[in-house]
């Protein structure tokens, strides 16, 4: 037998995701800090105002995350017991979970396995006369096919709300996602394509959605209640219904500021990085690449995903993980297919080939190191341990 090579590791752990966080962040944090006030205030209302410009919509509301604005956002349309939301199974869990907890029925429809966005005639299929809303994801940074969407929602009158988690800065048809009408949430967990360590934001265009999910999201207290601590604000309150705690704080916004300003780089640095992934791999035996959606966008690049050809490798996809962390190179799992999950499965008795497209992806697709601060140095490492990996374990 011939003498296997030495494992040729990188001297540090390349994560799949690091945030990239300035001096401008920190100072305004501190600058936060020192002022006295911390938590939701000026700095939150001076980033929806940002958020909003940048996004293009009329109404923001900054949250605790986009798990806290998903729920809110169902609440707000009036989503809950005995309604049907439609989405689809490869997204993270909350997605799926939100739906679960205002007590509707989550319904999933199969994704083109291509381009990993919900395929818009397995929507279709899956409406029934209990079915109300529909929550597509714009998956790794592409946007899902609106227009289509958008006609079957109006023939049925289904309220959309986009789970844009993956989203800021994604362009559909030229138009930001966000700003096409319907209600759409943001995350800005350190993840995402920016962060405010945790925190989301809710955009919409109807102003009863903002007035409610504004309420929903400190306890059911009456507008600027967060001000009463303040000299200018009113001391006495009301509740006018039961809220909860998803507030965004302005240490958090203090962030989000900064993180705005940078995000048009951030997505510049994520494209080169994503594009050169793509040339490297295009023609590697044991690597599928992610395909673009057919129609007008701009690609976030939020993740790049590409899949496992357990074909003509013979190693499974958890196996590969494991191969490039001995390499010292991380890589994520975006996702296991929600209705795999026992909760989902077992609830609803969705077995895993219901749903083939989603299965196919759920057992292959992982997610390459991606973020604005990886060096030249750090690409190469995983280039050619992907190419290594591959040449070891070809079948
Ligand atoms: C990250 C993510 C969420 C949840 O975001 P949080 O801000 O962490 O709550 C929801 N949906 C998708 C698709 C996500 O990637």
Redesign the pocket.
């Known amino acids: 037998m011939p003498l296997e090579k030495e494992l040729s590791a990188r001297p540090s752990f390349l994560p799949f995701s690091r945030p990239s966080v300035g001096q401008e962040e920190i100072n305004e944090i501190i600058d936060s800090i020192q002022s006295g006030w911390i938590t939701t205030g000026p700095k939150v209302e001076r980033f929806a105002e940002d958020l909003g410009r940048y996004i293009g919509a009329p109404f923001i509301a900054p949250v605790s995350?986009?798990?806290?604005?998903?729920h809110l956002a169902l609440l707000a349309h009036g989503i809950g017991p005995g309604d049907e939301v439609i989405t689809t199974p490869l997204?993270?869990a909350?997605?799926a979970n939100v739906i679960v907890l205002v007590g509707a029925k989550p319904v999933f429809a199969d994704i083109d396995q291509r381009t990993l966005q919900i395929r818009v005639e397995e929507v279709e299929e899956k409406i029934t006369s209990r079915t109300r809303a529909i929550i597509p994801?714009h998956?790794a940074g592409q946007p899902v096919d609106l227009d289509p969407l958008m006609e079957l929602a109006r023939k049925w009158n289904l309220v959309v709300i986009e789970?844009a988690?993956?989203a800021i800065g994604t362009e559909y048809k030229g138009k930001r996602i966000g700003s096409t009408g319907n209600t759409a949430?943001f995350?800005?967990?350190p993840?995402?394509n920016i962060t405010t360590g945790?925190?989301?934001a809710i955009a919409t265009f109807d102003e009863e959605i903002f007035k409610t999910v504004s309420l929903l999201r400190f306890h059911g207290m009456d507008k600027n209640a967060w001000m009463r601590f303040d000299k200018s604000g009113p001391a006495h309150y009301d509740i006018t219904s039961p809220g909860y705690k998803y507030n965004m704080m302005d240490i958090q916004a203090a962030m989000g500021i900064h993180q705005l300003k940078k995000l048009d780089g951030f997505i510049e640095e994520r494209t080169a990085r994503a594009r050169a992934y793509q040339e490297f791999f295009g023609n590697l035996r044991g690597v599928i690449i992610p395909e673009e959606v057919p129609y007008p966008h701009r690609h976030a690049w939020?993740l790049y995903t590409p899949f496992i050809d357990t074909d003509v490798l013979r190693v499974t996809r958890d196996q590969f993980m494991k191969e490039l962390k001995d390499r010292n190179i991380g890589s994520g799992l975006?996702?296991t297919a929600v209705h795999e999950f026992s909760f989902y499965a077992e609830k609803y008795g969705y077995m895993p080939a219901d749903l083939p497209e989603a299965h196919f992806v759920s057992d292959r697709v992982l997610s390459l190191p991606l973020f604005p601060a990886m060096s030249d140095q750090d690409q190469e490492d995983v280039v050619e341990a992907v190419i290594d990996i591959c040449a070891r374990t070809k079948l």
């Open positions: 995350s986009a798990t806290a604005g998903l997204t993270f909350a997605t994801v998956f789970d988690a993956h949430v995350s800005f967990h993840n995402k945790e925190g989301g939020h975006h996702y």
